[in-house]
């Protein structure tokens, strides 16, 4: 409720498994048209039912969105150990 009214050049979500998927329609793309903003979502997968997997499935089927899975167990970001 807080991002109401505003509006951004970007925005990049952290754990957006965590944000209501309600919020990407009502508040999220609305502050992003008037700058014709980019969007970054984040998380870790909690089912699909949350803006995180709607969001990915989204982006699988629509061209003008974009999907990248970035597994730690395959990047090598984090050591095994």
Same mark, same amino acid.
């Given at each position: 409720? $807080?991002?109401? /009214?505003?509006?951004? *050049? =970007?925005?990049? /979500?952290d754990? %957006?498994?965590? #944000?209501?998927p309600? %919020?990407?329609?009502?508040? #999220?793309?609305?502050?992003?048209?008037?700058?014709? =903003?980019?969007?970054?979502?984040? =998380?870790?997968p909690? /089912?699909w !039912?949350?803006?995180? =997997? %709607?969001?990915?499935? $989204?982006?699988?089927? *629509?061209?003008?969105w974009?999907?990248?899975?970035?597994?730690?167990s395959?990047? !090598? #970001? #984090?050591?095994?150990?």
């Amino acid at each position: 409720d $807080r991002m109401r /009214g505003l509006y951004f *050049d =970007g925005l990049a /979500g952290d754990e %957006a498994q965590d #944000i209501a998927p309600t %919020a990407l329609t009502s508040v #999220i793309m609305p502050a992003l048209a008037d700058r014709q =903003g980019w969007l970054d979502l984040s =998380g870790t997968p909690k /089912g699909w !039912g949350n803006l995180l =997997g %709607a969001t990915y499935k $989204r982006a699988q089927t *629509d061209p003008d969105w974009f999907v990248q899975v970035l597994r730690a167990s395959e990047t !090598g #970001i #984090i050591h095994p150990d």
